[in-house]
């Protein structure tokens, strides 16, 4: 019983230890995604989190995050913030694919390649397995300072539950049972922030899927008034799918 426990606590510990430098490897991938106008005070929006992938000028966030208009007349333009803490650099970025029905958006950057992230196979991916996702869950409030959550895999579980009642059915709601598909349901909590976060393999920094709350919660939860601790990520390979579109994969 002894020996078991003492296995255990190196298993534990062998387990742990690498995500360190993992986070410490991957945080420059992680970006901000916005809108930015150096007229305006303040000059930069805050909407979502993104990673960069590919040959280090595209980003992968959630559609949603991406700001459908820019006021260009008056030179705003959809933006990705580069760097952390008070030493940002704004990229200039342009949307160059989408996928609506599983909520993700590619955006081009302007500038010099970042450090990407590799991504995994989410068909990979088992119930009870633990992982790892970064991404500003408050914002740009106290500075571009990525934070890393940890939890396991609840469940692997239908984007859309089918409702008891016809009432309930939404537009969005049947728009989604028309192609259901599996989403990853997390026991570590994300916050709207956190949107385009990437999850990730703690022990190699593969990417497995992609942070999304507000766009799952819309057809899981709808009947709950106030959302559950529960968050959700796609699964990455809609997002290969997207990439063989553009010549990325």
Sequence with gaps: MGLFFLST?????????????????????????????????????????????????????????????????????????????SLVEVREATKVAEDRDHDLALLRITGRPIAAMTL???????????????????????????????GIVSAITPIVIPQLTAQLLEKKIISRLTAPYNVFQLDATAYPGNSGSPLYHPDTGQVVGIINKVFIQESKETVIQKPSGISYAIPINHLQELLKKTHLE
């Design 120 to 150: 995994g196979d989410s068909n990979r991916v088992r119930e009870g397995e633990i992982y790892a996702f970064t991404g500003f869950p408050i914002g740009m409030i106290l500075g571009l300072n990525a934070v890393t959550h940890r």
């Design 9 to 85: 606590l190196g298993t534990l510990a062998a387990d742990t230890t690498a995500l360190p430098d993992v986070i410490e490897k991957i945080k420059p991938a992680i970006v901000a995604v916005g809108a930015f106008q150096k007229t305006r005070r303040p000059p930069s929006i805050f909407r979502g989190t993104g990673f960069v992938i590919a040959d280090g000028l595209h980003v992968v966030t959630n559609a949603h995050v991406v700001p459908e208009k820019v006021d260009t007349e008056r030179k705003e333009v959809v933006a990705v913030f580069v760097g952390k803490a």
